[in-house]
Structures are given as structure tokens and as C-alpha cells.
């Protein structure tokens, strides 16, 4: 995630308004989608840009969603038929944007993030996702074919009522809730792979281990920003600073705002938990040390004495009596013997081994 | 706790205001109490949810409490029947929510939780409250059996003239008031915890201790984030932001958020301590260090030197002077005996024994 | 001062307002006197509850102190002459309260913490002392006799018409301040506590200097959130939010604020001063365990390679020449000795001796 | 970068509004250039300060442009020209300022920094860029050349009809947006050096990894803090503080704003980053260390019991039945092996080597 | 500096108003010096407390400035003569107060605090200074003779129109701006100090260095609390809170709070430093540690198992083959030259040595 810090540092020394496309480099065609539906009707194909500027003073709700950004041409024919401000068709190719939305006069410019797992991986890639609330049509740009908003569509497809007939501000609604409820797997994940660190951790840990809990320490602290960022948004349409949205939307999007909050408390916890983990880690090094120290005072202690003993009597003076005496040499075994007991007796007594 | 996480997710891609019950299977069924009360008169008996809707228009006070939460039906009719918000519902069987308070039109929907020590363990457990207060009814669901409304049911039947007089919202307080009751037990569980967990720190501390240490911090984080959702709940009554408070219960309601402030405090405390505590973990297990080297420093330096001496009379030179010395052995003898008295006194000297 | 956690649970599931006394048990009777003032007269007497009513509505200042607050029923019948709320007297009673100050109707509840150091011990006691200010009369409860008060009972005695002529408010100001120029023994008892610790810390350190730095941090921090109350209290007066102060009082208010001010600093410096102790503490055990490895190292260093020659000159092998040589002997020490020179030599090069 | 904190003090116990330059010696003319232009005609060209002043009340942009602040003289003629007020001039030449934006009646002045890479060396230098938004003028000082400002010349240059018309505000936001821009390549720089230091961790840490790693922290806090001045200079235009900007350009301005999170956000990541790689570092030293002791007390477990026995035959007692067996040599050989095969086993059940 | 805790507990009891001077003992008299200017003419001349009244009504500008203010009875005729209110003068001789600013009625009371280095040491001073802003008077009281008001009387001398014009309220705001000034001092003190703290710590760190930076750490602490204070106090002013201060002194106070600003940040940088020299400190500590251990593997590992070869062939077992070859003693040198050589390049091929 640390690479997009470089990439989107490519456009400087343009003037504001330039559209430079970041991401990967990609070739397949750009796909537009339009969905137009009111109570009565639902209307579902692919277009070209041209073909949606009808849409635009029609009152039934306009769905287009564009599917690849890299081909600037196709984004700017777009915004130049909906009449979308430089700066915003900027922001939409430029990925490297945080969570964010803006009034531009008669239109709302939301950007948000979608977190995913890459797959096949344990990785976490993020993506943007903008979306332009005008009067009667919504615009989303994403980079890549997702199923994030699959449900939705669903949710139009099956006629429900009550969706078609909330209007443009329901269907932000609708899909940024889809994005949201995303995120769930995002927490799962982290979740996951945190218990597995934790058994890593109390069955053999190694400097891996270590390197794993700070990799997750890292990926959380983006995720938590990127998630922050998107509560910032939905509880700016809360309070009511977008007039777009109107009386029934606020009170869902305040269900959005809860499942954030839901979110981010539970990333919090993670973080504590990651915290005292790292903790036991270092905690368990030293106690690791500690016990080879002790074995090694253990082996010392008892062992140093006896050496310096049979040392005493491997010297080679004219007149050493003991060397004499007939039971000497078991007299002196004996004396060992006693006093390895008497060390671990003492030792056991100071609770040392 | 931590469990919840992973449930809350189940419900992904369903659409806003879809009834998913998240918490453990349960067979029991639902039951559901009537209270209805005013100055004059007290009815108490088991309804059916259809039996509820007449008393929506009555001027008299009436609590209807349902006991368990995994009956989506049952929890519909009554939703249809009180005219509940589809996200209200959603709200009430997802158990995964945090304490909170919502304005639906001229309904208050309050979510709070229930803390409580698991029978036969030291674990805590956490359980989901919901109340909707309305005109003259208050409706409360919780997922099973708990005594904590026991006392207001007590009040209420022991006729005071006071409790029945002022009405729903009073009520609303009373069980609010009950529930925080029911947290200074969660504070003394810590408390006791926490001191044991102190007591073994000073005794035998082990590893073990630390892992105790850490979980009671981990689960102290969990009840703070808990307890500080409800202050900020109490808060928003109390600065008249939920309008469905009359002033005399205002009054008592200050009085509920002084207790939670009174266990945010505390829990506080406990937090400094189990970080202490932590401290002070850490210091002895570098201590033992300390004192295992300073034994095996002690040895070395005492026998290392001596085992050198009677090494090098145990070479087989053909001509060392000392060796032919008829009182050589005793002198050798009399000279380390010197040298580790005045390494004994040395290392005294420098506070080393 | 952790005990008040646990007898505050002791009401659970009792209605609001209903009193129960918390504190140590007490069997001497309660003391209630009065003292009546205007600039004209002063009369003090001890006095029954039921003498005290009169009081209320004569326009000269009258300062009700009852000393002793585990009568329940005397102070139950101070309350209904006064007209006290239930809830005023729930917290009169129950000393676990935290400073606050409450406005009820034409009332002004304060209640507020004397600290003081128990006799004959360094231990911290918290008393609780509740003041209600009504138009002509003030009340303060207190737990047990303390000489708190007496600089404000003398300056009234002086008849000092200044004092007599400014009101209740300026009285309620006055105890306050009293109450706070206490505080400042409690500064320079950690002061001197501190300044102990750090002494034998740098003299003679022991895991029970740790123990003590760390009670004191503890301590600290309890008085430092009694402390960070009463500054609130004082300072919600200040910005005009209780009426009932009139402007000269609040000029004087501001003086105790300052103070309260100045002890926070002073307690956050302390703070400061035992976060760097305990830094010093480790930093002092890590460096003694250094000395002590380097003194081994020293002398394994020195005495391991000599210990192997003179082993190698007591092998038993037939032909060995140098065991033949005449000078063989002193030849091996002459070069022992030059190799610990040139050993202590590369040491000292080193700076390791 | 701390060398500005002493160079700011030259200056005391003069009186405000006294020019003192306090950079580095410079010996350069100071230069002038004037640009002049409105959506019909564009004049670029070198001057003396006092041809500038013609362009104080012409309705068309004028951009004049100082480069190099040393001389004082220069600057003050500018100044009185302009009524600037002593102040503004003073904090000019006075580089040790913050970012700022102050109003003074009808001018805006506003502080920036210049932050590059000193070219050859991987160190920081931050320069004052000084603006001064009038009417119809905007005036810029700076240290010495930089190409900052090309790309907005340029854009004036390519005859852009938006630019020429957007008037002076416009101006001032190109040039905070190039300024902006090339803050880029500071967190690029720091991505890097961040990157090198990470792989020295893991290869071959030494004290100067540790050493590089605090110095890139020390720069990051430094950087951080003159980035968040800009972000408040930025966000106190866009909430409308300073009237001098009109509603297009603060959308631009939003844009600026947007660009500075950003910055901030990677900074902010980068610096847990550097805690994370802290942590390593301890943490490698910490094992390292294990990892000797290990071999230490795996050598010495091993030897030292071989050495007693060893020892213990090569007494001199008269009488030792052992050494009279014929094979006792290599059953003493035989026991020795045994033993040190059991230990290595029981090491490595012990999962010690 | 913690010195003036203890001594502010002095007063304790005594009714607020009470003047009780605690700073150091002091026989000098007290130094009164009048200096009355407009446009027009200078005066300037030593006065009595007496001689000071007349000035109150005068129109033009009058500073008294007292120095000493250990004698009550002077300050308290003053305050008799200017009306000043008693906690004013309580504050002016109790030395112990924070910088604060104070209105009453129709004037400004600010207490700031003057900071020096203690001559002829490393030690930091602090004084109090107390100014009264009235409507043609400036009062300032300081506790002995500084040089910090000797700039403002020259510029007052020096005739400068726009001073003597502007009246009290320029001359407060110059008093600030000389006081301010100095406290780059403090900075350079520090800076340098720091330094030195440094270089000690790279080449020989000792406990002493520890200490060294940790007094530092904790004088910058009670520094940064000074001079955050000042600036709450300065902010205030330039807010518009205290309304004595007219628009052209406004603009000459937000500089005063950039000085101060700079100063607050270049503490924090200070901050930043000392904590990194602390784990530096600290990292070293281990890194020698480290060092030692290895050592003493280093000639453990090389030592050990060649002791234990030369123990075995000074047993004295009667059957030996090996002792009998004859080049068996050479043979074993070869084998210990080679296990040595071996060892070595083991260790080296593992980067041990």
C-alpha cells in the first residue's frame, strides 16, 4: 500500500485539472453501465458516454457505472457531458485520494475506498471508488470489475418498491452501505490472522513472528485511517453539512455510521491486542534468558567447587598427607558427594531450581 | 467477546432492515410481559404480541418486556403492530451494537448492554438491552431471562405513588438506573481480579500471571469502550437532546450518569494499576536476572583464580623449587585460603554479597 | 482509597433517593451547629434540626454544619425542613461521590473532597464534604470533626464586616477556599515523599523502592482526578453557569481556581519527576547487571587461557621437552606473566578496566 | 535545521518592525521580476523596486517576483512603496518564521516553506517564501532562485485564458499549489531513505542504523510540524477566514488542503513505520544476545562436567582402583561419550539446540 | 525551581487578600522609578508610593515601575493610592503564581514570569514580574533589578514619535515583547546544553550523562509550562478577550505570540531530542552488554574444550597407549592448533568475530 506514496507523485508541476491516471497499467476497454428506473420501469444496458447525457433531465433515477478509469478519454467525455468540474475528474483517475466528499454546487463528489483481500494471498489492496450525486443521476467510477455492488443491483432488479421510489440519494446510500458491509470481511481477516499470530507467538515464536505482528500492526494503522476517513464522510451527510441527502436517507445513512463505528472499535481492540502481544514477545525473550542463565549458574556453581577440588589434589608436591591415607581418595568422594547435595539443597531451598 | 465480531458479519449483502439474529441458537419460547400501570390501578400478565396494541392509545403507562430475541417472527408483529422502523428492528435481533440512542419520529430507540460475570467462571459476558420509548408504552427486549429489572418490577408493585405518577419515561430511567447498578458488580469483579492477580505477581509470578495480567487488561479495554458509549448515551439525554425527557426525570438522570462517571473512574484506576502491575513484572524478571548472574559471577571469580593455583602445581616440571618444600602443600593451602578471604571482603566492600 | 470502590455497590437495586451512609461506622452523636450572621450581630450555637428551620427565611446568613453524616435520620430531617431533593440526600450520604456541583431549582448542591494525611502513617484520606447553598442559609455536611473550617469561623468571629456583609455565596466561597488551601499540605507531602524516594533510590535501591515510587504514582494519580473535579467545579462557576454566584464572590472565585491551577502543575510535575525515577531505576539495574558481567568476563578472560597452559604442562605424555628443561618452570610463569599483562594492557586499550 | 534557532535570537532587544536578515551571507544582487498580465496582454521583465509601484492600482494581475532577501535596503524601498506594514517586512527577512497567514487591512501575508534536499547529500533544507496578496499585486520573496515557480510561469506564459482571468487569488493559490506539489518529493525522499535504513536493519544492524533511523525520525518531526503549519494556513482560507479569496479559487483551495492530508497521512505512517523498525532493532539486539548466552551455557554444560571427571583422575592419591584397571582409561572414555550423548539429547528434547 | 511549591503553602489560612511575600530574604529598599511621556516631553525621575497619585489623571503616558517588592507596606500603599483590588495585590508579592491575565473593572492585571540563567551556572531562574494596566498608568512590580526593561526606557528615551504616541497600551505590549525576547536565551541554553548532553554521550556515557539528560528533560518541562501559559495569556489578549488593547497594539501583540509560538516549537523539537538521546543511552547500554557476553563466549567456547584435552591426558591412569607414543604430545598440540583454527573460522563464518 506504501507504493501509491510514490505513484502519485508523477503529476507534479501540472496545473490543477490534469488528468493523470496512477494505477497499474491495464488494456482492457472501459465498460459503462446505465440503470435507469422510477416505480414503474427499470432499464438496463451498456452505453457510450454520449448516450447518458439524455438522462440527465429525466426525472427517474439514472444509474451510470464505469468500469475501468484508466482511459482518460472516455472519463472526460463523461465529464464534459455532465458538466463535472476539473478538479473532480482529476480526483476520480488520480487514486490516490482518501476517503473524502465535496459540494460542487449542484453536485455532491464523494470518493471512497473499497479494502479487499488479493487473492490468493494474505495481502490487503485497496481501491477507489467515486461517485458524483447530481439531481437525478448518480455516476461511480471504480478501477476494476468487483462485486461490491452486485447486491444492489439485485436490490433494483427485484423490484422493490421502496428502493426505486427513494431516489437518486437512496441509491448513494444503498451502495456506499454495500462498501461498508465490506469492510466486515476486512475485520474477519484481521481477526484471523491475529490468532494465528497468537498461537505462533505461544507455540515458537521466532523473529518471524515478530516481523508478522508488526506487518499487522502496520496494516491496520492504514486501514484504520482509510476507515476514519469514510466516518469523517458519513457523518458530515449526518449532521446534515450535504443538503443532497434527504430526511429518509439521513436515517439510513446513520445506520452506516454505526456499522464504521462497529468497525473501527472493533480495529481498536485489534490494536490493543497486537499491542500485548508484542508485549509477551519481548517478555518472553527474556524470560528465555533467564532460564539459560539460570542453567548455566546451575552446571557453574555446582561443577566450579568439585574442579578446584580434584584440581587440590592432582598437585604434584613432595609431602600432601591426604595422598597417603589409604581411603583417601574415597574419603574425598565423599566429601564431594556431600557437598553437591548440601548446593542442591540449598538451591532448591532458594526456589532455584 | 471477541466473538461477536465474527457473527456480525453474517448478514452481509442482505439489504437495510433485513432481521438476522446473531447470538447463540435458542429454543425457548419468547415470552412476552405486560405491565400496564397508573396511579389507580396495576395489570401484570403474559401476552401474545397482538394483545399489546390497544394499550399504544391508552393514557395509562405500559411496559411491555420481551424475554429472547431469536423468534424473528414474533419481534416482526410487534414491530408492524408499533409501527417500529425497519432498521429499528434490524437493530434490535443483531446483538452485535453498540449502547446507543436514536430519535425515530416520536419514538426513542435506546440500545444499551448488559455486563455480567458468567456463572462457574470469571469470565464476563455481554448481553443486548433494547428499549423503545413511546407516547405512553415502553417496549424492552432482551436475548434471555436476567433479574436485573427485578427491583423496578418490586417498585412498581409496591405501589408508590411516585413511581407510578410520573410515567413512561421515568420508567425508562428506573431501568436504565438498574442496568448501571448491575456494572459496580463488574467493578469489584476487577477489583478482586486485580488484586489476586497482585498477590500472585508478588508470590510466585509466572508467565501465567503475565497472560492473567494481560487479559484482565484486554477485558478491562472491552467494559470501558462499553461503559463510555453509555455516559455518552446518559450525556446526550441530560443536555436535552432527546426530547422525549421531561425535566423531573432529567433530574434522576443526572444521577445515572454520575455513577457511570463514578465507574469510568474507577476502571480508570484500574487501568493505571494493571500497567504497574505490568511494570513492575518486567523489573522482577530482570532482578532474578541479575541475582542469577551476580551467584554465578560470585563462583566464578571466588574459584576460577584457586582452580588456576593448583593447576599449576600440578605440572610436571622436572624442577619447581615449591614442589620439593616439605610444608609447600600447607603453604600453598594458607595462601589461597588468604586470597579468598580478601576476595570475600572485597566483593563485601563493594556491596556485592 | 481503592476500599470505596467496593462499599459503594453496597445499594444496589434500591430506588433513587434512598440513603444509605457507606462510610466507616461511627457511633458518636451527631453535631449540628448554627451560626446566624449580618453585619450587625452573630450567634453561634449547636443546635437540633428542627431549630434550624426558622432560619430559612430570615434575611441574615445562616451556616448550618453538621459534622457526623451516619445518622440517617437526622440528616432525613434536615432535609425535609430544608426541602431538599431525595437525590441530594442519597449523595450527602454516600461519600463515594466525585466533586460536582448540581443546581436544583433555587438550590445550589456542591459536593466537594477533603484530603488529608492519616496520622501517624503517609497515607492519603478522603473525607466528603457536601454544601448546599440556598438563598439565606448554607449547608455543609461532613463526615467527622476536622479543623478545615476553623480560619473561617475565626475570620467571621472578627467580625470582619467585609465577610459578614458579602452573603452565603461569599461563605460557600470561603469553605471552599479553605478546603483548598489544604490541598497544598498534600503537595508538599508528595514533595517530600518524592524527595525521599529519589534518595534511596540513588543511595540504596531496592525492589521496594520501586514499590514505593510506584505507590506514590498510584496515589498521585487518585488525588490528581479529585483535583481535575474540583478545578471543574470551580471552573463551571467561574464562566457564570451557576447563577447563584453574584459578580464580587466570582472575582474571589477565580483566586481558588488559580490555586487549584497551581496544584495541578505542581502534581503534574511530580508526575513527571516519578515517571523519570522509575526510568532511572532500570537504567540502574541494567547497568549493575553490566558490571557484574564484565567483572566475570574480566576474570574468566585473565584466568581461562592460563588455567589451559598449566593444564597442558600436567599432561602425562613420556616425552615432553619443555618438562625437561631446567628452567622449564619459571621459563612457563615468565611467559604467563607477560601474557597477562598484555592482556590487561589490551583491556585498559579497550576501556574495559 | 536547528541551526535557525540560534540565528533567531541575533535580533533581541530591538525594537519590533527592525529588519535583520538572518540566513546564510549572501552576496548576489537581489533580483526583480516583474510579470504583468490580464486575459488581453502579458509583460514580463526585470526591475528596480520602484518601477513597480505604476502597478499598484492598474486593474490588470502583477506578479512581482524578489528573489533574494539579504539586502535590506532593497526590500524596505518595496515596502514603503507598497505600505507594507514594518512588521510584514520584518518577518520577510526574519527566516526563522512558522507558516502563517496574517491579514493587515487590505493585504493578505502569508509565510511558507520551501522544503528540497540539498543537492549531493541526503539532507533537509527548508527556506521562507514570503507573499504579500494585494488588490491587484501579488508580491513574492524569496531566498534564492529555485524552480518552484517555472511550472506556474509557464502556465501563465502558455496564454491559458482561465489563468489570465482568475485575477490575483489565483495567482497566489498556483503558487501554494506548486509549492505543495513539491513536497512530494520530500515524502518521496524520506520513502527511501526509510526503505535503505529498513534493509540495513535486517542485514547488518549496527549503532549507526540505529543512529540513521532517530535521525530520520528527528527530520520526519521536523518536516511534520512545518507541514501541519501549512495545512492550518491552507484549511484557515478554505473555512473563509481571509476575505482576500473568492468562491472559484477556494475550491482550488480545497484541492491544496486535500494534497497537504495526504502528505500528512504517509508522514504520519512513516513515522510508525520508523517506531516498528525502533522495535526490530531492539528487539535483534535482545537476541542476539540470547543467542550468545545460549552457546556460552551449551559449551559450558557440556565441558565443564567433562572437566570434573577428567579432573578427578588425574589426583594423586596413593590408592585409586580405577587407575589400576587395565581398560580404565577407555571405560572412563566410553562414560564420558555416554554422557555427552544424553545431554545433547536432553538439549534437544529441551528444543534448546 | 520546585522549591517554590513548599513556600507557597505559606499562607495557608489566612484570608484571601492577605500580602505574604515568599521569595528569598531581601534588605534593599525598594526601588520606585517614574517615567511619564506623551509626544510632547519625558520625564523620569525615583519616586515614593505618595508621589505616584497625581499621575492617574494626567492624560499622558505613566510607567511606575517598582523593584523589590519584599516590603508590604510600599506595595500596599500603592495599592491604596491606584485602588487595586487586595487579591491583585495578594498576587503581585506571592511570586508563585502562573502568567495570567485578570480584568478588574478598569483594569488588566498580568502576572509573567521573567526566565534567566543563574549566573555563574547551568541553572535556569525564574522571576516574577506583575503589571497593571490603567488608563494612563502602567504599573510593573519585579522582584529584584534585570535588564530586561532596558531596551523599551531607551527606545522611550530615544524620543520615538510612534511610541510616546501610542500609549499604555504599546508600552504593556512592549514590556511583553522585551520579556518574550529574552526567552530565546532559554533557548539557546538549552540548545547548547543539549549538545553538550550529546557529545558526552557518544563518547563516554556514564550514570552522570543519564542524569544530566533527564534534568534536562525535566527543566524543559517546567520551562515549556512557563511559556505555554505566557502564550495562553497573549493568545487571549490577541482574541480580543481583554478589550484595554486597541487594534494598532493588537497587531503588535500577534507578533509577540509568534515569538512565542516559535519558541514553544523549538522546546518540542528539544523534547524530541532528549527522548532519543534517551534511548540511545539506553540502546548502549545494551549494545556493551552485548559486547562483554561475547567476549567471554569467545574464550569460554575457544577454552573450554581445550582444557578439558589437556585434563584428560593428565590422568593417571596406568594403561594410556596414547601417553606413550612418542610424538603424542605433539600430535595432541596438532590436534588443539587445528580445533582452535577451525573454531575461529566457525565463529567467523557465523560473523561472530
Redesign the interface.
Known amino acids: 500500500m506504501?507504493k501509491l506514496?510514490?505513484e502519485?507523485?508523477h503529476k507534479?508541476?501540472?496545473?490543477?485539472g490534469t488528468m493523470v491516471y496512477i494505477g497499474a497499467e491495464r488494456r482492457e476497454p472501459v465498460k459503462i453501465t446505465l440503470l435507469d428506473y422510477d416505480e414503474e420501469h427499470l432499464e438496463e444496458r451498456e452505453v457510450q458516454p454520449e448516450d447518458c447525457f439524455v438522462y440527465k433531465d429525466k426525472p427517474s433515477t439514472t444509474w451510470i457505472n464505469v468500469t475501468g478509469i484508466h482511459d482518460i478519454d472516455v472519463i472526460s467525455r463523461l465529464g464534459k457531458g455532465f458538466n463535472l468540474?476539473p478538479?473532480m475528474l482529476?480526483?476520480i483517475v488520480n487514486t490516490?485520494?482518501?476517503p473524502?466528499a465535496?459540494e460542487?454546487d449542484d453536485m455532491l463528489f464523494i470518493v471512497v475506498k473499497r479494502l479487499y483481500i488479493k487473492s490468493g494471498s494474505t495481502e490487503l489492496g485497496s481501491e477507489q471508488i467515486s461517485m458524483v450525486l447530481m439531481k437525478n443521476v448518480v455516476l461511480t467510477f471504480q478501477e476494476r470489475e468487483g462485486d461490491d455492488f452486485n447486491?444492489v443491483r439485485k436490490?433494483i432488479d427485484e423490484g422493490?418498491r421502496l428502493?426505486r421510489k427513494l431516489g437518486p440519494d437512496y441509491l448513494v446510500y444503498?451502495l456506499l452501505?454495500?462498501i461498508v458491509?465490506?469492510y466486515?470481511?476486512i475485520?474477519?481477516h484481521f481477526?484471523e490472522e491475529i490468532d494465528k499470530a497468537e498461537e505462533e507467538l505461544l507455540d515458537r515464536p521466532t523473529?518471524t513472528t515478530?516481523?508478522k505482528i508488526?506487518d499487522l500492526?502496520?496494516a491496520l494503522?492504514?486501514v484504520r485511517?482509510t476507515i476514519w476517513s469514510m466516518r469523517d464522510v458519513i457523518g458530515d451527510f449526518m449532521v446534515g453539512k450535504m443538503t443532497m441527502f434527504k430526511d429518509p436517507v439521513l436515517?439510513?445513512m446513520?445506520?452506516v455510521h454505526?456499522h464504521l463505528?462497529?468497525i473501527i472499535?472493533?480495529l481498536?481492540?485489534f490494536r490493543?491486542?497486537l499491542s500485548?502481544l508484542?508485549?509477551?514477545?519481548?517478555?518472553?525473550?527474556?524470560?528465555?534468558?533467564?532460564e539459560?542463565?539460570?542453567?548455566?549458574?546451575f552446571?557453574?556453581?555446582l561443577?566450579?567447587?568439585?574442579?578446584?577440588i580434584?584440581?587440590?589434589?592432582?598437585?604434584?608436591?613432595?609431602?600432601?598427607p591426604?595422598?597417603?591415607?589409604?581411603?583417601?581418595?574415597f574419603a574425598?568422594l565423599g566429601v564431594m558427594a556431600v557437598l553437591t547435595v548440601l548446593m542442591i539443597v540449598y538451591l532448591k531451598l532458594k526456589k532455584?531450581i
Request: proline residues 4%.
Open positions: 506504501l506514496i510514490k502519485s507523485s507534479r508541476g501540472l496545473p490543477p468540474h478538479l482529476e480526483d490516490a485520494q482518501r473524502k465535496e460542487y447486491p436490490r422493490r428502493f444503498a452501505d454495500a458491509d465490506n466486515f470481511f475485520v474477519e481477526s523473529l515478530l516481523k508488526q500492526k502496520r494503522f492504514l485511517k436515517t439510513y446513520r445506520d454505526d463505528i462497529q472499535e472493533n481498536e481492540v490493543e491486542v500485548s508484542l508485549e509477551i514477545y519481548l517478555t518472553n525473550t527474556s524470560n528465555k534468558m533467564n539459560t542463565i539460570k542453567v548455566l549458574t552446571i557453574a556453581t561443577f566450579i567447587p568439585l574442579t578446584f580434584v584440581g587440590l589434589y592432582g598437585m604434584n608436591f613432595k609431602y600432601m591426604e595422598l597417603e591415607w589409604h581411603y583417601g581418595y574425598i532455584w
